[in-house]
């Protein structure tokens, strides 16, 4: 979803139109948690994700400059991503969701 301020001035709404989705939480957390990432790093990171969804939510954190790319000329090419300093301020909101998730996730042991 890309953000229009002409919409609205809602900064929740602002903010589910930069990292709103399945994928760009994990992506965030995945770059912080594992430093500097490859493309096929990523991928194996986050098996249930298609290449092309990968893809474009790569091209939608560079554009919100939330993370970065880092394309090296060489054979074969070499492309890494990391988070940037805008991406990591978004760590502490994660880390209150995985508090959250830890603590409101169903017991898998009571099943």
Not at 27 to 33: D, F, P, R, S
Request: proline content about 5%.
């Amino acid at each position: 979803m890309k953000w229009n301020p002409d919409k609205c001035d809602c900064s929740v709404a602002y903010t589910l139109a930069v990292v709103g989705g399945k994928w760009k939480w994990l992506i965030i957390y995945k770059l912080w948690n594992n430093g500097i990432q490859r493309y096929g790093e990523l991928k194996k990171s986050i098996p249930h994700i298609t290449h092309k969804m990968l893809s474009q939510q790569l091209k939608e954190l560079e554009l919100e400059k939330l993370i970065s790319r880092n394309e090296y000329h060489q054979i074969p090419p070499k492309v890494e991503y990391a988070l940037t300093e805008k991406g990591t301020s978004l760590i502490p909101i994660l880390q209150l969701m995985s508090q959250w998730g830890d603590d409101n996730k169903p017991d898998t042991d009571s099943k």
